[in-house]
């Protein structure tokens, strides 16, 4: 039986690759604040092949309950095989210029809670020999832009904290998967035009599971963008703040 | 909210419009502001103007794509409408299960599937895509939800199916799949040389093969005239299913729209002519992958990019039995002369299985359809001139690849609109229908 736990399971992408692992000798524990919909999915899961499905209606934001979450999980399925950290907003930029706390708020969803829930999930994953602990961040990590580096900061936070942790579970075959991916066509982005660099989630959905099984530590999804940000993250400031982006 | 590019697979200009997502089945339908019109919007496989609201709202169907139920002991399938024909099929076939109707692509939400109420290669046999919808939930704006049943709020049923997505939004559906021997077909392909061959051939055929489908190459003139390739096909015996087969190794792609069309007079003439010298035997017979058989064109997507930025028409009419023949060869004649070449002209025939939809558009006789590239006035002409042929022989055109009809041309060919109308939701519109209002009192009904 392989365990599947998935945070922000709601989420288009997230719900893209836990389908693609639905299938028999599956077993998922799905996390999320809408409990209805968490319902659904279980329900789509199972009937798409999952051999058994554990719903735990939650709101990430609130650290405080990170511990006996995971406990919870662990009761019910005894050992986690690959957990996938998926949850995330994308906060109004223009919104957080004006407004401290709006700020934080973004920084609270987008960066703490994953880094608490990791902190719990990886003391539990250190005791195992193998396992994925998969966390989606994104290309706006890599550097900071002027239209989104509120997003941008907390995610590249998220990543930096993933190479800390890589670092610590290095000796453990535990492996630590940061998910960059670039622009795409979800609820996240449901105002935005789309143009060809968008993918879908079921593109990045495979992406991921390739980076898994590949035991990858860090995977741009299409894999396109790291030519991408690799010509950003070198562009000389001059040039960059005459850029929009 | 931005107002977006949605477009539907002809890729003809259509202006932009405000795109609000369901993302859940038990979300209700948004607030709108007044006068403002919604229409459900599913993978917009449709090829004009009827999946299409200008100006108005399109309400994406996309997230609504869960499984509900599978009952694998009897094959009735319940998923959301938004699910594609494609993870409904990889559901279905590990299983021996399939869907009894299947179009040309299984790119196709449920929700498209039941609002054109789509027709496959063995309508004879199996009818359309809503006679096997057992039951669905209907949303209207007002916040019912209807459940719709060939026994339940039954006025409903009928007018959604082949609807236009005009009566509400479907959220979810139940199917009945039927089993299948093997996910492989037994192929004969069959030369013939002019439509009269075409009417003895499924003559022929009907009783012994499920699936028929022609392809003529219409730019053949004289006696070559109406020259094809007859194709009929069953299910292989000895349950052979291989889910395997509903995987494109490897699918291409048509990456950009080039700047001008790569469909015209020569790249036609050679394409039609090597297509159908390609088979040298009069009969081949082939074992066909499930998808080569039924997605051959799902094989390269976005294929309809290579016509261009200004995109293309598809032109699709049915014709009563006792004007086919007569009705076809006119028709291809006024193909072949008047130069509207097309890489694909498909001919298929229409059992007598009475459609359940108050406008759906299969009825017996036999449909021909084609593509043609967009050269804007001389196009629209050409095509009219097409228009008086199937009026004149009692046809009728198909919404779900329209984008021009006149007005007087859908309502002389939809018996059934007047009892259809008065079932519309009244903040339901599309771009289709504004169209196709008589002009004399366009803005009065919606
Ligand atoms: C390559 C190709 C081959 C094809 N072959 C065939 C064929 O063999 N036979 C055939 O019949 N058709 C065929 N078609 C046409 C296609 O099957 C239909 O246009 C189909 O309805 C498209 O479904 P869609 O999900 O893309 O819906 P869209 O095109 O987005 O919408 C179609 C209609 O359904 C309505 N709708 C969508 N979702 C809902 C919902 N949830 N509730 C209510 N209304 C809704 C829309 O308002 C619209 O009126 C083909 C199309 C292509 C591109
Ligand atoms: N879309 C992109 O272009 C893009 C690009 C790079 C990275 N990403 C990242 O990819 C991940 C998935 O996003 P997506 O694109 O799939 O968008 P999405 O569908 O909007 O998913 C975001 C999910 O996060 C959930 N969430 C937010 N706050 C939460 C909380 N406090 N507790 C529990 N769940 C919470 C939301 O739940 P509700 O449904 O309950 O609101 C929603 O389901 C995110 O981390 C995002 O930052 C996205």
């Given at each position: 039986?392989?365990?599947?736990?998935?945070?922000?399971?709601?989420?288009?992408?997230?719900?893209?690759?836990?389908?693609?692992?639905?299938?028999?000798?599956?077993?998922?524990?799905?996390?999320?604040?809408?409990?209805?919909?968490?319902?659904?999915?279980?329900?789509?899961?199972?009937?798409?092949?999952?051999?058994?499905?554990?719903?735990?209606?939650?709101?990430?934001?609130?650290?405080?309950?990170?511990?006996?979450?995971?406990?919870?999980?662990?009761?019910?399925?005894?050992?986690?095989?690959?957990?996938?950290?998926?949850?995330?907003?994308?906060?109004?930029?223009?919104?957080?210029?004006?407004?401290?706390?709006?700020?934080?708020?973004?920084?609270?969803?987008?960066?703490?809670?994953?880094?608490?829930?990791?902190?719990?999930?990886?003391?539990?994953?250190?005791?195992?020999?193998?396992?994925?602990?998969?966390?989606?961040?994104?290309?706006?990590?890599?550097?900071?832009?002027?239209?989104?580096?509120?997003?941008?900061?907390?995610?590249?936070?998220?990543?930096i904290f993933l190479d800390g942790l890589r670092h610590r579970l290095s000796s453990t075959g535990v492996q630590v998967l940061d998910i960059r991916p670039g622009f795409v066509d979800t609820p996240m982005t449901a105002d935005f035009e789309k143009g060809p660099l968008w993918a879908s989630p079921e593109d990045i959905a495979?992406?991921?599971?390739?980076?898994?099984?590949?035991?990858?530590?860090?995977?741009?999804?299409?894999?396109?963008?790291?030519?991408?940000?690799?010509?950003?993250?070198?562009?000389?400031?001059?040039?960059?703040?005459?850029?929009?982006? | 909210?931005?107002?977006?590019?949605?477009?539907?697979?002809?890729?003809?200009?259509?202006?932009?419009?405000?795109?609000?997502?369901?993302?859940?089945?038990?979300?209700?339908?948004?607030?709108?502001?007044?006068?403002?019109?919604?229409?459900?919007?599913?993978?917009?496989?449709?090829?004009?103007?009827?999946?299409?609201?200008?100006?108005?709202?399109?309400?994406?169907?996309?997230?609504?794509?869960?499984?509900?139920?599978?009952?694998?002991?009897?094959?009735?399938?319940?998923?959301?409408?938004?699910?594609?024909?494609?993870?409904?099929?990889?559901?279905?076939?590990?299983?021996?299960?399939?869907?009894?109707?299947?179009?040309?692509?299984?790119?196709?939400?449920?929700?498209?599937?039941?609002?054109?109420?789509?027709?496959?290669?063995?309508?004879?046999?199996?009818?359309?895509?809503?006679?096997?919808?057992?039951?669905?939930?209907?949303?209207?704006?007002?916040?019912?939800?209807?459940?719709?049943?060939?026994?339940?709020?039954?006025?409903?049923?009928?007018?959604?199916?082949?609807?236009?997505?005009?009566?509400?939004?479907?959220?979810?559906?139940?199917?009945?799949?039927?089993?299948?021997?093997?996910?492989?077909?037994?192929?004969?392909?069959?030369?013939?040389?002019?439509?009269?061959?075409?009417?003895?051939?499924?003559?022929?055929?009907?009783?012994?093969?499920?699936?028929?489908?022609?392809?003529?190459?219409?730019?053949?003139?004289?006696?070559?005239?109406?020259?094809?390739?007859?194709?009929?096909?069953?299910?292989?015996?000895?349950?052979?299913?291989?889910?395997?087969?509903?995987?494109?190794?490897?699918?291409?792609?048509?990456?950009?729209?080039?700047?001008?069309?790569?469909?015209?007079?020569?790249?036609?003439?050679?394409?039609?002519?090597?297509?159908?010298?390609?088979?040298?035997?009069?009969?081949?017979?082939?074992?066909?992958?499930?998808?080569?058989?039924?997605?051959?064109?799902?094989?390269?997507?976005?294929?309809?990019?290579?016509?261009?930025?200004?995109?293309?028409?598809?032109?699709?009419?049915?014709?009563?039995?006792?004007?086919?023949?007569?009705?076809?060869?006119?028709?291809?004649?006024?193909?072949?002369?008047?130069?509207?070449?097309?890489?694909?002209?498909?001919?298929?025939?229409?059992?007598?299985?009475?459609?359940?939809?108050?406008?759906?558009?299969?009825?017996?006789?036999?449909?021909?359809?084609?593509?043609?590239?967009?050269?804007?006035?001389?196009?629209?002409?050409?095509?009219?001139?097409?228009?008086?042929?199937?009026?004149?022989?009692?046809?009728?055109?198909?919404?779900?690849?329209?984008?021009?009809?006149?007005?007087?041309?859908?309502?002389?060919?939809?018996?059934?609109?007047?009892?259809?109308?008065?079932?519309?939701?009244?903040?339901?519109?599309?771009?289709?229908?504004?169209?196709?209002?008589?002009?004399?009192?366009?803005?009065?009904?919606?």
């Open positions: 039986m392989t365990n599947i736990a998935i945070f922000g399971v709601t989420s288009a992408i997230a719900q893209a690759t836990g389908r693609l692992m639905a299938c028999d000798g599956t077993r998922f524990c799905l996390i999320g604040r809408n409990a209805e919909q968490l319902e659904i999915i279980k329900q789509d899961y199972l009937v798409r092949g999952a051999s058994d499905v554990f719903v735990f209606p939650c709101d990430l934001a609130s650290r405080t309950t990170h511990q006996d979450l995971v406990d919870n999980i662990m009761q019910s399925v005894g050992q986690l095989d690959i957990v996938l950290l998926a949850h995330g907003v994308l906060p109004d930029q223009a919104a957080c210029e004006e407004d401290p706390f709006e700020m934080s708020e973004a920084f609270e969803v987008n960066a703490l809670s994953h880094m608490s829930l990791l902190t719990v999930l990886a003391n539990v994953m250190a005791q195992h020999t193998k396992g994925t602990l998969a966390v989606i961040t994104s290309v706006a990590g890599v550097r900071g832009r002027k239209s989104n580096y509120v997003y941008g900061a907390a995610k590249g936070a998220v990543s495979r992406g991921i599971l390739k980076a898994i099984e590949k035991r990858k530590d860090v995977t741009y999804l299409p894999h396109f963008w790291w030519w991408i940000m690799m010509i950003i993250r070198h562009l000389p400031r001059f040039v960059m703040h005459k850029t929009g982006l | 909210m931005r107002r977006q590019t949605y477009k539907s697979w002809g890729n003809l200009p259509f202006g932009k419009q405000k795109v609000i997502p369901l993302l859940s089945r038990s979300d209700p339908l948004p607030t709108l502001s007044e006068g403002e019109t919604i229409l459900p919007y599913g993978n917009g496989r449709s090829y004009g103007d009827s999946c299409l609201n200008t100006d108005g709202a399109l309400i994406d169907t996309r997230y609504l794509d869960h499984m509900i139920q599978f009952d694998r002991e009897r094959g009735v399938v319940t998923c959301e409408s938004g699910v594609f024909l494609k993870d409904l099929l990889t559901l279905l076939i590990p299983d021996g299960w399939c869907l009894p109707v299947l179009p040309g692509t299984q790119f196709v939400t449920v929700g498209g599937a039941i609002a054109n109420d789509v027709h496959g290669k063995n309508h004879s046999q199996f009818g359309s895509f809503g006679c096997h919808v057992l039951q669905f939930e209907l949303l209207r704006s007002d916040g019912r939800r209807l459940l719709c049943s060939p026994t339940q709020n039954e006025v409903y049923y009928h007018a959604t199916i082949g609807g236009l997505g005009l009566t509400g939004v479907i959220v979810w559906a139940q199917i009945q799949a039927r089993p299948i021997s093997s996910t492989d077909l037994e192929c004969e392909t069959i030369k013939f040389s002019g439509v009269e061959d075409f009417f003895r051939l499924e003559e022929d055929s009907q009783n012994t093969h499920e699936y028929r489908v022609a392809w003529i190459d219409c730019l053949s003139k004289g006696t070559a005239l109406g020259r094809g390739h007859y194709s009929r096909a069953n299910h292989a015996d000895g349950r052979r299913v291989s889910r395997d087969s509903l995987l494109w190794k490897k699918r291409i792609s048509f990456p950009l729209t080039p700047p001008i069309s790569a469909v015209n007079k020569f790249t036609l003439q050679a394409f039609n002519s090597v297509y159908f010298h390609r088979q040298r035997k009069t009969i081949r017979k082939d074992t066909l992958s499930f998808e080569t058989f039924f997605f051959p064109l799902d094989h390269i997507r976005q294929w309809n990019r290579m016509y261009g930025p200004r995109g293309f028409y598809q032109y699709q009419c049915v014709l009563p039995m006792d004007q086919a023949c007569t009705g076809v060869t006119t028709l291809l004649r006024m193909i072949a002369s008047g130069g509207i070449g097309s890489f694909l002209v498909v001919l298929k025939a229409f059992g007598d299985c009475a459609a359940p939809g108050m406008l759906s558009f299969s009825r017996p006789g036999v449909t021909l359809a084609l593509d043609i590239p967009n050269h804007g006035q001389r196009t629209l002409d050409a095509l009219s001139r097409l228009d008086e042929i199937v009026l004149n022989a009692n046809g009728a055109l198909y919404p779900a690849k329209d984008a021009r009809m006149p007005p007087d041309m859908f309502r002389a060919s939809f018996p059934r609109l007047d009892e259809f109308i008065p079932l519309i939701d009244p903040v339901f519109s599309s771009s289709f229908w504004r169209r196709i209002q008589p002009t004399s009192q366009s803005g009065d009904e919606r």
